[in-house]
């Protein structure tokens, strides 16, 4: 049954307004959608096992987010997150290690907020600098480097007799 829409804004009474005429078949999923239209479900983060590292210059602690209608979180969102609530840049936060729990609504993960983002760049996993685009990537991948030692030791020794084109050995004929 249609529910008045007074004292209500425009915007979520247009928004009821389309929710109510579309109760077709398809209607759930265009209902879906003008749902996701409007904004993204809360989420919540815990953090357990908070420390102070003093020698790296961080706080590491291993987090819980609850997103109860959201099928996982992004690590940009959650660093947002930290840096609001430890007040600090999301530059110097770090997201890694999520894993979602089955049946979803939970998941948990590590986190590391450092003091500043010079001991970020200072004191985080080169893997993760590289793939934040701070350290630069090694030159030449390891198989190249293999092909180009072969190759070089190849140059130095004498030519095989079976290929009678650069043989040294005299021909039977």
């Not at 109860?68 to 609001?84: C, F, H, T, Y």
């Not at 609530?85 to 770090?94: A, G, N, Q, Y």
């Not at 979602?100 to 760049?121: I, P, Q, S, W």
């Not at 600098?129 to 180009?148: H, N, S, V």
Request: aromatic residues 8%; contains cysteine; glycine residues 6%.
């Amino acid at each position: 049954p249609p529910r008045s829409t007074q004292g209500v804004s425009s915007a979520a009474s247009d928004v009821y307004k389309r929710q109510v005429s579309t109760q077709s078949t398809w209607g759930f999923f265009i209902a879906k959608k003008v749902m996701a239209e409007q904004e993204k479900p809360a989420f919540f983060v815990y953090a357990r096992r908070l420390m102070k590292n003093a020698l790296l210059n961080r706080k590491q602690m291993v987090i819980d987010i609850l997103h109860p209608k959201r099928a996982n979180v992004s690590k940009a969102e959650l660093e947002q997150k930290l840096g609001e609530r430890f007040h600090c840049k999301k530059e110097c936060c770090v997201v890694y290690g999520l894993k979602t729990k089955f049946g979803g609504g939970r998941t948990t993960g590590f986190a590391l907020v450092y003091d500043n983002e010079d001991y970020r760049k200072k004191f985080d996993s080169i893997p993760r600098l590289r793939k934040l685009g701070e350290k630069p990537k090694k030159g030449i991948a390891r198989k190249l480097r293999k092909d180009i030692k072969i190759k070089s030791c190849l140059l130095y020794t004498s030519p095989s007799p079976r290929d009678l084109s650069t043989s040294r050995m005299p021909s039977s004929a």
